[in-house]
């Protein structure tokens, strides 16, 4: 009997205890059940703020859910915007776990009142789990969003709850959160908003867009004295801080959303994934302004030169920073493509990637004294049969040159020759090594025309090897990002410091550039040194000025994006322009002044201690002898310092000049064009005696290819001889083209198709050569 009275009892109790610990087990259940994952880390509901260097606002990317927020932490809450939005919300939001039942009856009452639903009695936890989760409008949904508010309340703290609250909530205008809000409607951070302003943000979430101020200001005020006067009950606000704030006139900002250099934003979001809630970026708000300042105010010139599309970018030498960046001259010019970023198009560059021709001939141990023949040359290209012959922009050919004035005055005869010593497969290596990501075939695929611009290139990458340049032959990949840093210690070494000191030199010296450039104020002469190179493409399509000071590197190009030529434009005339005023703008925002003219002693790039300043004759390119009449000076490698000059000799007769062999024929038919005080030239040997009739130019089977860089009238072909005596009759196909003498030649247009050359003597004799043009 006992026994059966204990277990009767302790089977109630079994089942009192079970009784009572459902209903706790089910609180402790709802109460301190797990979140679901990645709750509190709602990375759509932020969007993305891009500034520039000194926190001015390009752009602010919206959230995933189409809004504008910025995030605000449970310190950073200010105590105005706290008061405002618990009176506006949630009264009771310290006093209860999460769910508050006084107003969830209250609700109830309402609701049923009403005869539906009017009212929701959720509380500000409630309110941040609705905007997390997306629950739906159904009990189920109101009773889920009930459990996750108890367990948000006691996973997290109020002040951090109530911070979720306002970077989550709803302000109309695209803007979730506070920050966003305050600075949208009112131009600044909610830490400087007034109670007046606080409680006008705290009475929109509820309505946000029926209270939108720019459209309804007069039912947003309302909702705004309504919050504070509860604020006034609550003891948030006293009378007379009520009164001030309820007088208080509001003045709203004008609706705006920044754009600015949207180019280099799109590129940025792009290269960034998944980035960071604020991108401080490198550009210059200022400067990209004078940027877009230089090209509005070119922008008649460049219309008549059919031009209307410009890309510039700016890179500070020192960091590699990105400074102003512009794709197409007007983002918003659909007409003429203007959303395409110019700056990362590849397009051909012209004579702008002949720096780096030289200065790979400059590592192999060419000076910038060294002698190049400007003359007629035939080039073996890898097409078996087929010599490449370069011609000169201007269809002129000058003889000796020295390199120095090769590169300054842009000719191409000679950057060929230069590149035929230094090599294709080096000079294409070192372009690579340089940046270039667009050089991707084999060096016979480029060939010869490397140097003159065949391949194409981004903007990006030729001004980024420019800048490499003016760092003294460090290369460093430019960036976009203040975080990203910079500096010497992530360079790698592309030239020595000898040879970027030469090519700084060479492209910032204006007398050497002048015979082809001219001087007195030309877009190129800028009131401190500027090492400048030009560049004009196949068929005038691209017009580019690249440079660079000590400071900065400026990079231009000026064209179309549907390629139609420009109209009679290079790329001194057509980009030239814009590279002066960008970079006088440039220099002032960067060191706040000009820099120091030459003969202060200021130089771009610092010659290296291995050189010295050493007179030579402006010729030979050799240490200045007697009967040298002109005299340069040059810098030098001490150790390899070049003989004295042998082109020069005095005789009976005075000052005599003794050409090298491979400036005979150049020398003998253009007298005009040897420099002043230099009497008939001499050779070094003479030509050959044989009394035949000897076509030497054009060599019998040469294939020629014409040339989509230069104007069809200086495709020409030079018909030279050699006869005893009288004079040369020149056919074509059969059809007379002229006489001239022996000593002379004459000039055919080249015609694409085979033709047969012949010619004849007075005597009779006659010779034949066949040739193509492709």
Not at 280 to 289: E, P
Not at 532 to 542: E, H, N
Not at 606 to 621: F, N, T
Request: with cysteine; aromatic share 8%.
């Amino acid at each position: 009997m006992r026994e059966r009275w204990l277990r009767r009892g302790f089977r109630r109790a079994a089942i009192w205890t079970a009784a009572c610990a459902l209903p706790v087990g089910l609180w402790l259940w709802v109460r301190c059940g797990p979140l679901p994952p990645g709750l509190l880390e709602p990375s759509d509901h932020q969007s993305v703020l891009v500034t520039d260097r000194h926190g001015r606002v390009l752009y602010e990317a919206l959230s995933a859910r189409e809004m504008r927020s910025r995030w605000l932490h449970g310190d950073q809450l200010p105590p105005h915007l706290m008061n405002a939005t618990i009176a506006a919300e949630d009264s009771r939001f310290y006093r209860h776990p999460g769910v508050d039942p006084v107003a969830l009856l209250r609700a109830m009452w309402s609701n049923l009142r009403a005869g539906r639903i009017v009212s929701g009695g959720s509380t500000i936890t409630q309110q941040v789990v609705k905007q997390l989760t997306d629950r739906r409008r159904t009990i189920g949904g109101k009773l889920r969003e009930i459990v996750l508010a108890l367990r948000l309340e006691h996973s997290v703290t109020k002040p951090q709850i109530l911070a979720l609250y306002l970077n989550l909530a709803p302000y109309g205008n695209q803007y979730a959160g506070v920050d966003a809000a305050s600075r949208g409607y009112f131009g600044t951070a909610p830490e400087n908003l007034t109670p007046a302003q606080a409680a006008l943000l705290a009475g929109l979430p509820q309505r946000p867009s029926v209270l939108d101020p720019y459209r309804n200001l007069e039912g947003a005020v309302e909702r705004q004295r309504w919050v504070l006067g509860r604020m006034r009950v609550l003891r948030f606000l006293d009378d007379d801080a009520y009164d001030e704030a309820r007088h208080e006139r509001l003045a709203l900002k004008s609706a705006d959303a920044s754009f600015e250099a949207p180019h280099f934003v799109q590129m940025l979001l792009a290269d960034a994934g998944q980035p960071a809630r604020h991108l401080r970026t490198t550009l210059d708000l200022d400067l990209q302004h004078d940027v877009h300042g230089v090209i509005a105010a070119k922008r008649r010139y460049l219309s008549s030169k059919g031009a209307y599309n410009v890309a510039v970018l700016v890179i500070g030498n020192a960091t590699g920073d990105v400074l102003a960046w512009e794709g197409s001259g007007d983002y918003f010019d659909a007409a003429h493509s203007g959303a395409i970023d110019g700056v990362m198009t590849p397009r051909q560059p012209g004579s702008a990637l002949k720096p780096f021709t030289y200065a790979a001939a400059f590592e192999l141990g060419m000076t910038p004294a060294s002698v190049l023949a400007d003359v007629p040359s035939h080039f073996q290209t890898a097409e078996k049969g087929v010599s490449y012959s370069p011609r000169n922009y201007d269809g002129v050919f000058r003889g000796p040159m020295r390199a120095r004035v090769a590169l300054a005055g842009s000719q191409n005869v000679p950057a060929v020759r230069t590149l035929a010593y230094a090599g294709v497969p080096r000079t294409l290596e070192l372009l690579r090594r340089a940046g270039f990501s667009t050089l991707g075939k084999s060096a016979d695929f480029y060939g010869y025309g490397l140097t003159l611009g065949d391949a194409e290139v981004p903007l990006f990458e030729l001004t980024a090897a420019y800048s490499a340049l003016a760092r003294g032959g460090l290369y460093l990949r430019p960036h976009w990002l203040l975080s990203q840093g910079g500096g010497r210690d992530s360079t790698r070494r592309l030239v020595s410091p000898r040879t970027a000191f030469w090519i700084a030199d060479i492209l910032a010296d204006a007398r050497a550039r002048a015979y082809s450039f001219g001087r007195r104020g030309g877009s190129l002469e800028l009131p401190f040194p500027v090492a400048v190179k030009t560049g004009t493409s196949q068929g005038y399509t691209d017009n580019w000025t690249l440079g660079y000071t000590r400071e900065v590197t400026v990079g231009v190009w000026v064209g179309n994006f549907d390629r139609r030529p420009l109209r009679t434009t290079s790329g001194v005339m057509g980009a030239g322009p814009i590279f002066r005023d960008v970079m006088m703008a440039a220099e002032l925002r960067v060191m706040g002044r000009y820099p120091a003219a030459a003969s202060d002693g200021y130089a771009i790039v610092e010659p290296s201690d291995d050189l010295r300043r050493v007179r030579i004759c402006a010729l030979s390119g050799m240490k200045i002898g007697m009967s040298c009449p002109s005299v340069e000076r040059e810098w030098l490698p001490g150790d390899r310092l070049p003989p004295v000059c042998t082109w020069h000799v005095q005789s009976d007769e005075g000052s005599e000049t003794l050409w090298p062999v491979e400036f005979a024929a150049w020398a003998a038919d253009r007298p005009r064009d040897r420099p002043a005080g230099i009497r008939p030239a001499k050779l070094r040997t003479s030509p050959s005696a044989s009394s035949d009739l000897l076509i030497e130019n054009p060599p019998d089977g040469a294939i020629y290819l014409i040339d989509p860089t230069l104007r069809t009238e200086y495709q020409s072909l030079e018909l030279r001889a050699h006869a005893r005596a009288g004079a040369i009759t020149w056919k074509v196909d059969g059809i007379l083209l002229g006489q001239a003498p022996p000593d002379r030649n004459v000039l055919w247009p080249l015609v694409r198709g085979t033709h047969t050359i012949e010619a004849t003597d007075t005597e009779g004799r006659s010779a034949s050569a066949g040739i193509r043009v492709k």
